[in-house]
């Protein structure tokens, strides 16, 4: 790992999963059909993970784009997943602080799928692809909901939120949006099912690298982390917390 780098336990808990949020690959399809994308649009990713947006989107839409990730392990699986799927001619994948990046021309799309943290939220991210934009360009951005009002502070630590007032409902994320001065002008929203397909996906990753790797120094935290996470995905996550991407354009 480089002093710019995600800690290993995010590489041992995605282990091969492609796309690193609560959407499958049937929803993300659906998010690129759903904004129309045109041949020869230019796509902007800000923490992009592993690329599967950008190479699927390449493949079926013919973009082009960059994505821009913290981890050396997840960009170099884009790149991989680029030559893969044809399309490395037509995306490219660097490593870097994606809430600093400014590509040298500006984009007709710019996203942050899941990873609001760049910008301190809502706000603060669409500044950050609002600055990559051309006129009239489009902003994508996944972001946690309350799917049900939290009834007590334990439900909230359940959801991985320090407090109530982290996630909006998602009426109130939709009024953040026009506070913010842009349209939400698509969506395409997580469901249980692709919550519980990401979720459970990682007990699966940890319990096998547990199993391989059992004098790791990671061992005991992510033997609790197994321990711990199913019940707390059954009993909070899933039925508290929604997630979803948004399009928005300028006002």
Not at 41 to 47: A, F, G, Q, R
Not at 210 to 232: C, K, N, S, V, Y
Request: include cysteine; proline fraction near 5%.
């Amino acid at each position: 790992m480089t002093a710019l780098d995600l800690p290993r336990s995010f590489v041992i808990r995605e282990g091969d999963l492609r796309i690193l949020n609560p959407f499958d690959a049937g929803k993300l399809a659906t998010l690129g059909r759903a904004i129309k994308l045109a041949p020869g649009t230019s796509i902007l990713d800000l923490c992009s993970g592993k690329g599967e947006l950008l190479c699927t989107w390449a493949r079926d839409h013919a973009v082009t784009g960059t994505g821009v990730d913290i981890s050396t392990a997840f960009t170099a699986a884009a790149r991989e997943r680029a030559v893969e799927l044809g399309v490395a001619d037509r995306v490219r994948f660097l490593h870097g602080d994606a809430a600093t990046f400014v590509p040298e021309a500006p984009v007709d799309v710019a996203a942050c799928v899941g990873a609001t943290w760049i910008g301190g939220g809502v706000p603060g991210t669409l500044e950050i692809l609002r600055r990559s934009l051309r006129p009239g360009g489009m902003a994508l951005v996944g972001e946690p909901y309350w799917r049900r009002d939290p009834p007590d502070a334990e439900t909230v630590a359940g959801c991985h939120a320090r407090s109530r007032d982290e996630f909006r409902d998602l009426p109130g994320l939709v009024r953040l949006f026009g506070e913010c001065g842009w349209d939400l002008v698509e969506m395409v929203l997580a469901d249980q099912d692709s919550w519980d397909r990401y979720a459970a996906a990682h007990w699966l990753n940890l319990r096998r690298w547990l199993d391989a790797h059992p004098d790791d120094e990671l061992a005991g935290q992510l033997r609790q982390e197994l321990t711990e996470d199913p019940l707390r995905h059954v009993r909070y996550q899933r039925e508290y917390l929604g997630w979803g991407v948004f399009a928005l354009l300028l006002r």
